[in-house]
């Protein structure tokens, strides 16, 4: 496990006649706090589905926790999904009717653990996302920043090698954006690989480092000018 | 390196179908309900059936089926003698398993409710002479009094059919009632039971021979005699039985078994059966409809949840098993109240009709397999629909 937790190498992807990505190399480390950025349209959104193996590139290829994974089944995908990635939506994508915990507890679902464990490890995040009085709450009844850290909560919850997060605060007022974004830091200091795509500047600011797409191009990589000779 | 698999337990799959169906309650009992419809039909059918059945039987097995009746025939160039000889029961009686004979002998004068009634308006009640041994030959029971027998027989004393008694207005028996026959009062000594063997008898009255011989007529051959011989013979005691009645004409002879038309009845509610099941048959496939459209409207209404269930490690197989077991679960929970109202209907049809319970275990069986099957069927498709659905096409959509 000593390569890098992320490593994009020449990514295409064309939807007919039209390619939406031209080529994007990437790579990204261990413990990174990655924003990507751009403007909508610009193919971040298509990137983050591909990076996230939730669609294959036309061309290229996509290597997460040292695993190639062009050619991998469908089902082995499932696998490392459920294994090595978590997800982050805009729109939190919480079940309607189900507690918070056990709608946390689905992000182990996959992976054959029994309920009793995952209940029991669906609160200790949700603790740690500063849910610990909201355990029992339907998500309908919380504020879109609980929502939001509730998704987080069971996105954490596989011990992911790296958590994608798609405009996290995309739907949130500018208070629970800003808690969204701290709890995002927080998790960046224990050592969580995160990429989160956005168009916000506030948010890409907040980052670590700024990977910024273009036209299906990388235009811009704050690393690469940190350490810009080594490219 | 390892290789790393998604996997979900059984139970889990099945609490995760479970929770779906209990979060949109209205919607999931509404399409149990339609199922739940027709394997009630379904159960509820067989189950009258089988306790209409199981009550025929029961009365088949208290009459017996060994009783024949021999009648004289109505057929061509017989004129007006519509009689068997006088020697009939004589010459019955001479075939070795026949158990009893009991004669009875139609007459031609009318039954009036007093003197003063309209001696036209007979109201479709015949008069017959009947033995003593009539009654027992038809396992018959009394609703009131008691039966003729040879000591009042010879009195002017009547017996009356269920029916008659009620055409008549007469539902009891104290020592006074009376009826007016060919000019005189004959006191009313008994009434019948319905006699399920010999229908046409409760629509009579009987007296006894001696009486009819002294008071109404004389020529009493008789017209009909009931038979009962030994069980395990009685084809071949009606083989002869035309014969030994009437050896000079044994053609003008109809023999017949009584207990037939029952079973005649037995059989012919099978055939209501069976047109009451196409219609229960028709009510599953109506269910089977709905409950595919309300999984189909599901799997739309929720493409959220399955582009996170696919970027939570659920493969395609995992999403069909889901909304294939939801499909079922829904059906096979209709398939269960269905079954627990079919089972009731046919409790109340069996008391409202004072008939023995019998619930086959067949109908529940098919009640229940119907369900599961029809939840496959009405699962496959939708199942197969959200399987199909692209991760990133059904997140874009949430």
Redesign the interface.
């Known amino acids: 496990m000593s390569g890098p937790v992320l490593d994009v190498r020449d990514v295409r992807k064309s939807y007919g006649d039209l390619e939406v990505l031209h080529g994007i190399s990437l790579t990204i480390g261990h413990g990174e706090q990655v924003a990507v950025v751009g403007p909508s349209g610009s193919g971040k959104s298509t990137l983050l589905?591909i990076v996230?193996t939730?669609?294959r590139p036309t061309s290229g290829t996509v290597v997460v926790d040292?695993?190639d994974t062009s050619e991998m089944s469908?089902?082995?995908l499932?696998?490392?999904?459920?294994?090595?990635i978590g997800?982050v939506?805009q729109?939190f994508?919480l079940?309607?009717?189900?507690s918070a915990t056990?709608n946390v507890a689905?992000?182990l679902?996959?992976?054959?653990v029994?309920?009793h464990e995952r209940t029991h490890r669906a609160r200790e995040a949700l603790r740690r996302v500063g849910l610990g009085h909201r355990l029992e709450h339907d998500p309908r009844l919380m504020s879109g920043g609980e929502r939001q850290r509730v998704a987080i909560a069971?996105a954490l919850l596989?011990r992911p090698a790296i958590v994608f997060a798609d405009e996290p605060t995309g739907n949130l007022d500018s208070r629970s954006g800003a808690e969204v974004l701290a709890l995002l830091g927080e998790l960046h200091a224990q050592g969580t690989t995160v990429v989160v795509i956005t168009h916000e500047h506030e948010v890409a600011a907040a980052m670590q480092r700024r990977v910024e797409i273009r036209d299906g191009l990388v235009h811009a990589d704050s690393l690469a000018s940190v350490a810009g000779g080594l490219r | 390196m390892s290789r790393l698999r998604s996997r979900v337990r059984l139970v889990d799959q099945a609490r995760v179908s479970g929770v779906a169906l209990r979060s949109r309650k209205v919607r999931s009992v509404l399409s149990a309900l339609g199922i739940a419809i027709g394997v009630a039909t379904v159960v509820s059918v067989l189950g009258i059936s089988r306790s209409s059945q199981a009550d025929l039987l029961d009365q088949l097995d208290e009459l017996g089926t060994n009783l024949l009746q021999a009648e004289s025939g109505e057929g061509f160039g017989l004129g007006d003698d519509t009689t068997l000889p006088d020697t009939a029961a004589a010459g019955v009686r001479n075939i070795a398993p026949v158990q009893s004979v009991a004669m009875v002998t139609e007459l031609g004068e009318s039954v009036l409710r007093s003197s003063l009634a309209d001696p036209d308006q007979t109201q479709g009640i015949s008069l017959r002479a009947a033995e003593a041994s009539t009654l027992d030959a038809l396992a018959g029971t009394m609703a009131e009094g008691r039966f003729l027998d040879d000591a009042i027989g010879a009195y002017p004393t009547a017996v009356l059919g269920a029916v008659a008694a009620e055409r008549l207005g007469l539902t009891e028996v104290d020592g006074r009632t009376s009826v007016w026959i060919g000019g005189r009062s004959w006191l009313v000594v008994g009434i019948m039971d319905e006699l399920p063997l010999a229908p046409d008898l409760d629509r009579s009255v009987l007296v006894g021979y001696a009486a009819a011989e002294a008071y109404v007529e004389d020529d009493l051959a008789p017209t009909r005699l009931y038979v009962r011989a030994d069980a395990d013979v009685v084809d071949d005691v009606a083989s002869v039985l035309a014969a030994q009645a009437n050896p000079e004409a044994p053609e003008n002879v109809d023999v017949s078994r009584p207990s037939d038309a029952l079973e005649a009845k037995a059989a012919a509610e099978d055939a209501f059966t069976s047109l009451f099941l196409g219609l229960g048959a028709v009510a599953l496939v109506v269910g089977a409809v709905g409950t595919a459209n309300v999984m189909v409207m599901s799997v739309l209404e929720r493409r959220g949840e399955i582009g996170l269930r696919r970027a939570l490690g659920a493969t395609r197989g995992h999403i069909r098993v889901q909304f294939l077991v939801e499909a079922v679960l829904l059906s096979v929970g209709g398939g269960v109240l269905g079954v627990l109202g079919g089972a009731g209907v046919t409790r109340g049809y069996t008391v409202w009709n004072e008939q023995p319970y019998a619930l086959p275990a067949a109908a529940v069986g098919y009640g229940l397999l119907a369900a599961v099957g029809i939840g496959v069927l009405a699962g496959v498709y939708p199942a197969a629909r959200a399987a199909r659905l692209s991760p990133t096409e059904a997140l874009r959509s949430g």
Do not use: K, P
């Open positions: 589905h996230g939730l669609d040292d695993r469908e089902a082995e499932a696998g490392l999904r459920s294994h090595r997800f939506f729109s994508h079940l309607d009717g189900v056990d689905q992000g679902l996959y992976r054959g029994r309920r069971r596989n």
